[in-house]
């Protein structure tokens, strides 16, 4: 059985080891010159509620076949998961520095080929839920009790393969499937408008649509959490364990705040990429606790 922490960590060390992974995503990423920032940040505390509280995983043993899978399935944000999972010692911290290089295990999307702990190589957005379906399904088929879980990008949920695998996901009774829903608000751009000068509409793309009847009316579990409240993620953690058995499969929906955690990369869209100056590396390590080195104060 894969080594599951003996006992949960406690918010505070869970605050610090994401503000540690916070700090790594936006240095990482300005060292490569190139890179996401506000996926990650928004979807950093609950990387770490699942890396370090949640998932039954032993990063000695990356291939265990009874592990639970992740797929990071808004791929764009590998470097948050590279973050995570440099922490939780399936590679030294000191890798990240290769990110995006060649010849590095650590490419600017995921790639299961290359990488310790990535399950499912990802970064075309709308195909991981249907990835993860199907290890479900083969779970159920090999009679093996690990969970598998997929983080989504709200602007993602836009894809018509992702409701494929909604769909399906219930029909086959896969209560050994969670979807995770970073909502965000934002993605890249937004819907291209032509009469509008700024070309794009940057409007949340799911504001007006009840998300919650959504899944409900395809069956699934659903519970509706602030994403960055360790207390609540790990509630919505219970509420899926609770939800095996049931026949239907999970879906976490997690208000964030995209770019959360440093002040100026924080809800705008103008971070979803980019690369931060000295100045502004100077600023997110002062309000993340971290001196511009990485070590903690
Ligand atoms: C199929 C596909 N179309 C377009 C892109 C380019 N792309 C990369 S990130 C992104 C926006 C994603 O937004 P969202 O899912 O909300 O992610 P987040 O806000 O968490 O970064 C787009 C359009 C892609 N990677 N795959
Ligand atoms: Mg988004």
């Known amino acids: 059985m894969p080594n599951k922490q003996a006992s949960r960590i406690g918010t505070a060390e869970l605050q610090r080891l994401a503000a540690a992974g916070r700090w790594h995503v936006i240095e990482t990423v300005a060292n490569a010159k190139a890179g996401h920032i506000g996926g990650p940040l928004s979807a950093m505390d609950l990387l770490?509620?699942?890396y370090?509280?949640?998932?039954?995983?032993?990063p000695q043993q990356p291939q265990d076949p009874a592990r639970d899978r992740f797929i990071l399935s808004k791929g764009h944000c590998a470097i948050g998961l590279y973050a995570v999972l440099a922490l939780r010692g399936y590679f030294p911290i000191e890798e990240l520095a290769t990110f995006d290089q060649g010849g590095?295990?650590?490419?600017g999307h995921p790639d299961m080929k290359l990488t310790p702990g990535v399950d499912s190589s990802s970064g075309s957005l709308g195909q991981g839920l249907s990835a993860g379906a199907g290890m479900a399904m083969a779970a159920k088929q090999l009679g093996a009790g690990f969970h598998t879980w997929v983080m989504?990008?709200?602007?993602?949920?836009?894809e018509g393969m992702v409701w494929e695998a909604v769909h399906t996901a219930r029909r086959f009774k896969l209560d050994n499937l969670?979807?995770?829903?970073?909502?965000?608000g934002l993605q890249q751009y937004g819907w291209p408008v032509t009469e509008d000068g700024d070309r794009f509409d940057r409007s949340n793309p799911w504001a007006g649509v009840n998300l919650e009847g959504v899944f409900s009316s395809f069956g699934w579990n659903v519970v509706s959490i602030d994403g960055h409240d360790f207390d609540e993620i790990q509630t919505a953690f219970d509420h899926v364990r609770a939800g095996r058995g049931s026949g239907k499969p999970t879906v976490i929906l997690a208000n964030t705040v995209k770019g959360k955690g440093i002040s100026f990369t924080e809800g705008t869209y103008k971070w979803h990429n980019g690369v931060a100056t000295p100045e502004q590396l100077a600023v997110?390590?002062?309000e993340l606790g971290q001196t511009l080195e990485g070590e903690a104060k």
């Open 48 to 50: 770490v509620s699942l």
């Open 178 to 184: 969670t979807a995770v829903i970073d909502l965000n």
């Open 104 to 107: 590095s295990r650590l490419q």
């Open 52 to 58: 370090f509280n949640e998932l039954r995983i032993d």
């Open 284 to 286: 997110a390590a002062a």
């Open 152 to 158: 989504l990008g709200d602007g993602e949920l836009e």
